[in-house]
C-alpha cells in the first residue's frame, strides 16, 4: 500500500478530536488495521468509514470499546447474512425462470 493512501493517526486524531489511545485500543481488539511506516503509525483510507463509525458509537451513544466490537461483530454478521440472502434469491431466480 503506498503512502498516499494512508493518512497519520496523529492528524486523523486531530481532525476527529479523538485520543490517540482510542485508535490503539480499537487496534488492539482488531476493529480496526494500523499500517507503521518509517515507526509512524497510520491508518489506510479502507478503514475510514469503519472508523468513523466507531467514533460515533463511542462519542455520541457513550459506548466502550467492549460494546463497539461486539456491534461491529453483529453487523458484520447481518452484512453476510445479507450477502447469503441476495446470493441465495439470484439463484432461486434462475429455476424460476425455467
Not at 1 to 24: G, P, Q, W
Not at 30 to 54: C, D, R, S
Amino acid at each position: 500500500m503506498t503512502k498516499e493512501h494512508l493518512i497519520a493517526t496523529s492528524d486523523f486524531c486531530v481532525y476527529y478530536n479523538v485520543e490517540r489511545t482510542f485508535i490503539t485500543s480499537l487496534q488492539e481488539a482488531g476493529l480496526v488495521q494500523i499500517t507503521v511506516v518509517n515507526e509512524t503509525p497510520y491508518i489506510p483510507e479502507t478503514e475510514l468509514q469503519k472508523l468513523e463509525k466507531m467514533i460515533h458509537l463511542h462519542h455520541d451513544l457513550e459506548i466502550n470499546i467492549a460494546g463497539i466490537e461486539a456491534i461491529t461483530h453483529l453487523l458484520d454478521r447481518v452484512e453476510q447474512m445479507q450477502t447469503n440472502m441476495r446470493s441465495l434469491k439470484n439463484r432461486l431466480r434462475l429455476y424460476e425462470e425455467d
